[in-house]
Each structure stands twice: as structure tokens, then as C-alpha cells.
């Protein structure tokens, strides 16, 4: 079964830009989607197809994919950004839903 | 509003059986498909089922695969999943989540409900 790796910790400054990144095999030909999730709370959708932002996502959120690797950046991050980010893909060979293990936001 | 509601969480013994539910509100509710996502204490999103609007496709993780069951009712625009043979390691919260749209190529979930917490336990 396809695998997302994801680092389990990020730390960034307030003002700062953090990127998340999000590992898999050939994952540049998949299309990647990101959430976010806030303790206690249902995850957030805040990227879709590599790089677009559902309704009401502020344009810090983007996202990148090429190659091996897929990226969320959060550019001038707030401290209200601080919460967990998950990559996820669709396997065709599976039809399954992929989850990366997640990353820990921290903003210092 | 688009809105997701679950019910049916609790605690159950191992070996035993719960049917988890989830009202859909605010959309077309057939025309979408519909997943459930688990998490575990602590862990992290873990994909468990999937079922189309028509419930002609329908996919489980290798984790509940003969012992979990999908299923939606589009008059009663309500999701289901029924769980046999419940183990420790079911013990998490069970959010639905709707796809974007009917079909594989729209494979995001855009919509999450607030989820329910099984617990399985002696």
C-alpha cells in the first residue's frame, strides 16, 4: 500500500513561513490535499489538488508537488495556525485513501 | 449549511457490535460520496471506508475489511457503519466525510462532521 511520510514536528515564528513537507513514491503525479486540525476540533480542509484553497482559506496556505516530495507552506504565520497538518492522496491501485502520519505545527 | 451530524458512539466489550450513523444536511446527499476517517487516542487520521452516492462502490482499509460494514440510505440522506467483532484497536473517534462530488477523480473530503468516540473495552 502507497505511504505519506510526514516530519512529526514543525516550529516556526510568528511572521515566518513554515513548510510541511509530505513524502511518497512518485507522489508528483498524485494529487495531494491537506488539513488542518486544531485540538478537539474535526479536520479543516485548507488545500486540494496540490496547490488550490477551498472558500474561506486565507491565500498564507499553499501548497506544491513535484517529484517525491509535496509541500504545505504556511507563509506569516499566526499563532492561530498552530494545530496538526495531514497530506493525503488517493491510491488508484487501491482505491483507498491515503493519510500521511501527520505534523505538529508549533509556532514559537 | 453543508452539516454532517454522528451518533451511535459508546462503549462496547470486545467481540462486540455497533452501528455508528451520520445525518448529512445543507446537499444533495446522492450526489456525493461519502467516507468515514477514524483517530485514535493520541494518533493520527486513519481512512476506514468509502462508498459512492449510488452505493455501487464501496472500498475498506485492510484494517475493518470483513468486519466492518458501509452503508447509506439517500432517502434518509444518512450514512451508516456497522461494526462487528470491535477490538481494542478500534477504540477512536469516527468522523464521516464527504467527497466533493461522486466520482474517484474528486478524492478530497470537504466536509467533516464533529465525529463520535467509540470505545472498546472490558
Known amino acids: 500500500s502507497y505511504v505519506l511520510t510526514q516530519p512529526s514536528s514543525v516550529s516556526v515564528a510568528p511572521g515566518q513561513t513554515a513548510r510541511i513537507p509530505c513524502g511518497g513514491d512518485?507522489?508528483?503525479?498524485?494529487?495531494v490535499h491537506w488539513y488542518q486540525q486544531k485540538p478537539g476540533q474535526a479536520p479543516v480542509l485548507v488545500v486540494y489538488d496540490d496547490s488550490d484553497r477551498p472558500s474561506g482559506i486565507p491565500e498564507r496556505f499553499s501548497g506544491a508537488n513535484s517529484d517525491n516530495t509535496a509541500t504545505l507552506t504556511i507563509s506569516r504565520v499566526e499563532a492561530g495556525d498552530e494545530a496538526d497538518y495531514y497530506c493525503q492522496v488517493y491510491d488508484s491501485g487501491s482505491d483507498h485513501r491515503v493519510f500521511g502520519g501527520g505534523t505538529r505545527l508549533t509556532v514559537l | 449549511e453543508v452539516q454532517l451530524v454522528e451518533s451511535g458512539g459508546g462503549l462496547v466489550k470486545p467481540g462486540g457490535s455497533l452501528r455508528l450513523s451520520c445525518a448529512g444536511s445543507g446537499f444533495s446527499f446522492s450526489r456525493f460520496s461519502m467516507n468515514w476517517v477514524r483517530q485514535a487516542p493520541g494518533k493520527g487520521l486513519e481512512w476506514v471506508s468509502s462508498?459512492?452516492?449510488?452505493?455501487?462502490?464501496?472500498y475498506y482499509a485492510d484494517s475493518v475489511k470483513g468486519r466492518f460494514t458501509v452503508s447509506r440510505d439517500n432517502a434518509d440522506n444518512s450514512l451508516y457503519l456497522q461494526m462487528n467483532s470491535l477490538r481494542a484497536e478500534d477504540t477512536a473517534v469516527y468522523y464521516c466525510a464527504r467527497d466533493p462530488a461522486d466520482s474517484s477523480q474528486y478524492n478530497w473530503l470537504d466536509t467533516w462532521g464533529q465525529g463520535t468516540r467509540v470505545t472498546v473495552s472490558s
Open positions: 462508498i459512492s452516492g449510488t452505493s455501487i462502490f464501496i
Open positions: 512518485n507522489i508528483g503525479i498524485k494529487s
